[in-house]
């Protein structure tokens, strides 16, 4: 992702059409982070979007030592930690949120019979991925729905890679019980 | 043959059970065998299968339009900036401290020349050197005598350049 840091540069040098360029390769999957890390917490937009302020703010700080990308999950993480430990401190019952399909309307299903269906699949693994201890989740998310590499993930969360690999590991173990009636619809797609 | 935790290391390491050239031979001759460790490689595949697909939810709408905002804000919040006491006060604090430390040096010279004016006139007087030849102080008296009648000496000199 050469360019990216070509794009990360010039914002740094005050190019705000280039940081714009990096929020609109990025935001879906900033978004994305945000939502399953805190169950579709109604303040999911807001987190995102700090992700992406304190990314501009910090935009010099950033060196291209790992892709523009790595370094942005690494910003959505701290500010998805805030976040929980905030939440958690709050006298309020917040467990995965019933997502109606209502927000977040998913992208690219062209029948109704898809829609519910999606909605459906997306709800039971929200929900299988909240059970999961906190440092696994973040892991298998990182991973699995956001697609990055095991030495990213590594990087970003300041562990070493085996940590990284045995926690995975050990978080896939945990979700088969709750996911295994899923597999048939995925091997038909 | 692998032993099970040793299978279980590989497949931690071959990242999502995708076996590898390198110990993928043994541990695919290892997986023929057991069950147990079959079914862990198998769910490591299939979980992953199942995540890789979570459908995506889109953004809401005006998200780009709301964060543009934000974004313009701190923009702004940068030309605010410059009328920010703290960020003021931050930026001129090393110019404060060469200040202060510049008066406090002057200031320290002035009243060292002070001092010595009015120790040479006290000395030139007799008061002080009367003072401790009449406590028996004798030798501390011939001191501050030398080295204040030297010091007036050496202000006088600057004074008359």
Same mark, same amino acid.
């Given at each position: 992702? *050469? ?37 579709? &917490?109604? /303040? ?20 291209? *030592? ?9 910003? +959505? ?13 709050? #006298?309020?019952?917040?467990? #995965?949120? +019933? &997502? *109606? ?12 019979? &898809? ?12 929900? +299988?991925?909240?059970?999961? #201890?906190?440092?696994?989740? +973040?892991?298998?998310?990182?991973? /699995? ?14 562990? #070493? ?29 | ?8 290391? !590989? ?59 934000? !974004? ?26 060469? !200040? ?62």
């Amino acid at each position: 992702m *050469d360019d990216e840091r070509t794009l990360a540069a010039e914002a740094a040098a005050g190019s705000r059409d280039a940081f714009d360029e990096l929020v609109k390769r990025h935001q879906a999957r900033i978004y994305r982070l945000v939502r399953v890390l805190t169950s579709g &917490d109604e /303040d999911a937009e807001d987190l995102a979007q700090e992700t992406f302020v304190r990314a501009f703010r910090g935009i010099a700080r950033f060196r291209g *030592d790992s892709a523009f990308g790595t370094w942005l999950h690494r910003i +959505a993480i701290n500010v998805i930690k805030s976040h929980l430990s905030r939440r958690r401190r709050r #006298p309020v019952m917040v467990g #995965p949120r +019933a &997502d *109606d399909g209502t927000e977040g309307v998913i992208e690219g299903l062209a029948s109704v019979d &898809d829609f519910e269906l999606a909605v459906h699949r997306r709800q039971v693994i929200d929900h +299988a991925l909240a059970t999961l #201890p906190e440092d696994q989740r +973040a892991l298998i998310v990182l991973r /699995d729905v956001q697609g990055l590499e095991y030495h990213e993930i590594a990087t970003i969360m300041g562990l #070493p890679l085996g940590t990284v690999e045995s926690r995975i590991f050990r978080a896939r173990q945990r979700l088969r019980p709750l996911l295994e009636h899923l597999w048939a619809p995925v091997s038909r797609d | 043959m692998l032993t099970c935790d040793e299978a279980t290391q !590989l497949i931690h390491s071959s990242h999502d059970g995708v076996l590898r050239a390198v110990g993928g031979a043994r541990l695919r001759e290892h997986l023929e065998q057991c069950s147990s460790c079959r079914s862990d490689a198998q769910t490591q595949r299939l979980i992953r299968d199942l995540l890789v697909r979570r459908p995506a939810e889109a953004l809401p709408s005006g998200f780009e339009a709301r964060l543009a905002a934000r !974004l313009d804000a701190e923009r702004g919040l940068d030309w605010l900036g410059l009328i920010n006491w703290r960020t003021w006060s931050i930026r001129l604090l090393p110019a404060a401290i060469i !200040l202060g430390f510049a008066i406090g040096i002057g200031r320290w010279q002035h009243a060292d020349s002070q001092l010595t004016e009015s120790l040479s006139r006290m000395l030139a007087d007799g008061n002080v050197a009367d003072a401790l030849l009449d406590s028996g102080a004798d030798g501390e008296a011939l001191m501050l005598q030398e080295l204040f009648f030297g010091r007036a000496n050496q202000a006088n000199r600057r004074s008359t350049r």
